[in-house]
């Protein structure tokens, strides 16, 4: 059974960074495009980045230059090194893996962890 499990979450003054990390347990990590998605309450989920199997990324506008995301896939763990945090940037963050295969979207969600961007 696949398992995404998050950590890094906090509370962080303007202008901050964080660093989130996301652990894939249950199958190989290297086959996964991985990706962190945020939600505000009464808002859609939305990609904040994406890292593919040959690491190519993909950020949203709105965290391009501010934002990074990286992959160890020795370590089974996709990263989001967050800096110059706004207090927009506040949310739920959630890691994703996805892959296709003959059987279908295989597609999993982490449980989250919360980003607040406060002074």
């Known amino acids: 059974q696949v398992q995404l499990v998050e950590s890094g979450g906090g509370l962080v003054q303007p202008g901050g960074s964080l660093k989130l990390s996301c652990v894939l347990s249950?199958?190989?990590?290297?086959?996964?495009?991985m990706g962190w998605y945020r939600q505000v309450p009464g808002k859609e989920r939305e990609l904040v980045a994406s890292?593919?199997?040959?690491?190519?990324?993909n950020y949203a506008d709105s965290v391009k230059g501010r934002f990074t995301i990286s992959r160890d896939n020795a370590k089974n763990t996709v990263y989001l090194q967050m800096s110059s945090l706004k207090p927009e940037d506040t949310a739920a963050y959630y890691c994703?893996?996805?892959?296709?295969?003959?059987?279908?979207?295989?597609?999993?969600w982490g449980k989250g962890t919360q980003v607040t961007v406060s002074s």
């Open positions: 890292i593919g199997p040959s690491r190519s990324t």
């Open positions: 249950g199958s190989i990590f290297g086959i996964y495009t």
């Open positions: 994703n893996a996805r892959t296709l295969r003959t059987s279908g979207l295989m597609n999993y």
